[in-house]
């Protein structure tokens, strides 16, 4: 086509406002960025500083948290740098970078989601065998064939797309690189050789849900056959924070890539990508928080300070 050329750059165009408007967009990104940042490094820290803690359950939340503050980097921190130097420029090796680490935590996150899923249903389900199939090595093995097992994907899934030619106009209506939005400066016949990819990302997806949702399905059969109201709870307890970060997940995510893509930008479209990149690493960690075992780890470290800053 006449108007095809070698992009070298993008225009990230999804806050592009005046410069004292992007200073204000600036200090609530940072607000953001820092809510997240901390909130994640503080369970990190009460996780690995608490002996009773040391449990897969919880060397799992670990890893979602590291994820968590590596999400929100990908997504936030070239956005903020962006907005103090008043551009909206992001080299093409640039996006490359953002699209493949994005795809690479999110998948990652998404499969010790399930992993976690599995260990619940070994922990309600089967608790004489948990410490034999839940061990140590194995947490380890199975949280990195989580992290290892997305590096291809995410591989295969960027190259194909960043391998085809762009239209002239190199726009794109959002605060950083954005799947739904790089497609529409694709090639007409883009779409089509990236269905491919899509559809095995939706199928990825579907599996992942289908086996939390079956976990849940047993360990919810096997914890109302409990007499106890206390054990009930109890077992509730351990699966509830959990679900609400599993659905809160896939509920912004899918919007997002299920949601028909407009032509013209919307706010929408950057309310719903908000949502979805930057909100769950800002509130998953409060709602690890709200575990009782979180929260008396948390007074316990408190109250050892406290004492050492007495004496």
């Given at each position: 086509?006449?108007?095809?050329?070698?992009?070298?750059?993008?225009?990230?165009?999804?806050?592009?406002?005046?410069?004292?408007?992007?200073?204000?967009?600036?200090m609530?990104?940072?607000v953001?960025?820092?809510?997240?940042?901390?909130?994640?490094?503080?369970?990190?820290?009460?996780?690995?500083?608490?002996?009773?803690?040391?449990?897969?359950?919880?060397?799992?939340?670990?890893?979602?948290?590291?994820?968590?503050?590596s999400?929100?980097?990908?997504?936030l921190?070239?956005?903020?740098?962006?907005?103090?130097?008043?551009t909206?420029?992001?080299?093409y090796?640039g996006?490359?970078?953002?699209?493949?680490?994005?795809?690479?935590?999110?998948?990652?996150?998404?499969?010790?989601?399930t992993?976690?899923?599995?260990?619940?249903?070994?922990?309600?389900?089967?608790?004489?065998?948990?410490?034999?199939?839940?061990?140590?090595?194995?947490?380890?093995?199975?949280?990195?064939?989580?992290?290892?097992?997305?590096?291809?994907?995410?591989a295969?899934?960027?190259?194909n797309?960043?391998?085809?030619?762009?239209?002239?106009?190199?726009?794109?209506?959002?605060f950083?690189?954005?799947?739904?939005q790089?497609?529409?400066?694709?090639?007409?016949?883009?779409y089509?050789?990236?269905a491919?990819?899509?559809?095995?990302?939706?199928?990825?997806?579907?599996?992942?849900?289908?086996?939390?949702?079956?976990?849940?399905?047993?360990?919810?059969?096997?914890?109302?056959?409990?007499?106890?109201?206390?054990?009930?709870?109890?077992?509730?307890?351990?699966?509830?924070?959990?679900?609400?970060?599993?659905s809160?997940?896939?509920?912004?995510?899918?919007?997002?890539y299920l949601?028909?893509?407009?032509?013209?930008?919307?706010?929408?479209?950057?309310?719903v990508?908000?949502?979805?990149?930057?909100?769950?690493?800002?509130?998953?960690?409060?709602?690890?928080?709200?575990?009782?075992d979180?929260?008396?780890?948390?007074?316990?470290?408190?109250?050892?300070?406290?004492?050492?800053?007495?004496?």
């Open positions: 086509m006449s108007n095809q050329s070698t992009v070298t750059e993008f225009l990230l165009l999804g806050f592009s406002d005046p410069p004292e408007v992007q200073i204000f967009h600036f609530v990104f940072l953001i960025y820092l809510a997240a940042v901390v909130g994640n490094f503080l369970i990190i820290v009460v996780i690995a500083v608490s002996n009773h803690l040391h449990t897969p359950m919880y060397f799992f939340v670990m890893n979602l948290c590291i994820l968590d503050i999400t929100i980097s990908v997504t921190l070239k956005s903020m740098a962006n907005y103090l130097l008043n909206t420029a992001i080299s090796s996006c490359v970078a953002q699209v493949f680490f994005f795809h690479v935590f999110g998948a990652a996150d998404l499969a010790l989601l992993v976690m899923a599995y260990d619940r249903y070994i922990a309600i389900c089967k608790p004489l065998h948990y410490k034999t199939l839940m061990k140590g090595t194995t947490c380890i093995h199975m949280a990195a064939s989580a992290w290892l097992s997305c590096v291809p994907y995410s295969l899934h960027t190259g797309m960043f391998h085809l030619s762009f239209y002239k106009s190199s726009i794109i209506d959002q950083f690189c954005e799947v739904p790089l497609l529409k400066v694709f090639c007409s016949d883009s089509f050789h990236d491919g990819v899509l559809a095995f990302s939706f199928l990825l997806v579907t599996i992942c849900f289908a086996f939390i949702s079956m976990s849940y399905i047993q360990i919810f059969t096997v914890v109302l056959r409990i007499p106890a109201k206390e054990q009930r709870h109890k077992a509730f307890s351990t699966c509830i924070p959990h679900l609400i970060v599993v809160l997940f896939v509920s912004t995510g899918s919007f997002t949601k028909p893509v407009s032509n013209c930008p919307s706010a929408l479209d950057l309310t990508s908000l949502l979805y990149s930057v909100l769950p690493p800002v509130i998953n960690p409060i709602i690890y928080a709200m575990r009782n979180i929260k008396a780890a948390m007074q316990k470290l408190t109250d050892h300070r406290l004492l050492c800053r007495n004496k």
